[in-house]
T-cell receptor, first 114, second 112 residues
């Protein structure tokens, strides 16, 4: 399988639940990203990992916890979320240091918090 | 810092109409410029890119020219189809290892 794969595609969770989003890339990239896309809002960059090290955290609440065990996998652990966290969560990857090639995005996980 | 401004939507066109979506940017140095497209229920897909001034990116009938003198990268298509209905994002990659900067997106609806 090639490209960036995100699972699950859809997730409904209660505010007291704990769940995880998974992202996997088979492109040989070494940088990975989490974005949040809410209705009527711009894309929000949440976290950046370069060579498995977190290099950016854009003031994201601690109820979102990223994990990057290797350069091919990225997780977003979720706990005690709020209804306003409902959104499309997009993962992307790129070759670090060669930003001119752009990012490859997954299809996203549509999260609904009830 | 780097930023991207693109025209507000939504844009509604009839099939075979000419499309322009404006994008201007602010950046230091020599950024690379991108257009991404997001179809309903999907993630973003790279549509085209240009990495230096006067470069023209093109794909699927869409074109955009990197104009350094006007700091613009407007997206154009001569004849849109219903299948082009999507949200289009202009993006910029600055020098160094900084993340891509995206515009707010422009929703295009093409009606038959």
């Amino acid at each position: 399988e090639t490209g960036v794969t995100q699972t699950p595609r859809h997730l409904v969770m209660g505010m007291t639940n704990k769940k995880s989003l998974k992202c996997e890339q088979h492109l040989g990239h070494n940088a990975m990203y989490w974005y949040k896309q809410s209705a009527k809002k711009p894309l929000e960059l949440m976290f950046v990992y370069n060579f498995k090290e977190q290099t950016e955290n854009n003031s994201v609440p601690s109820r979102f916890s990223p994990e990057c065990p290797n350069s091919s996998h990225l997780f977003l652990h979720l706990h005690t979320l709020q209804p306003e966290d409902s959104a499309l969560y997009l993962c992307a990857s790129s070759q670090a240091g060669t930003q001119r090639s752009g990012y490859t995005f997954g299809s996203g996980t549509r999260l609904t918090v009830v | 810092g780097n930023s991207v401004t693109q025209m507000e939507g939504p844009v509604t066109l009839s099939e075979e109409a000419f499309l322009t979506i404006n994008c201007t940017y602010t950046a230091t140095g020599y950024p690379s410029l991108f257009w991404y497209v997001q179809y309903p229920g999907e993630g973003l897909q790279l549509l085209l890119k240009a990495t230096k001034a006067d470069d023209k990116g093109s794909n699927k009938g869409f074109e955009a020219t990197y104009r350094k003198e006007t700091t613009s990268f407007h997206l154009e298509k001569g004849s849109v189809q219903v299948s082009d209905s999507a949200v289009y994002f202009c993006a910029l990659s600055g020098e160094g290892n900084t993340p891509l900067v995206f515009g707010k997106g422009t929703r295009l609806s093409v009606i038959a």
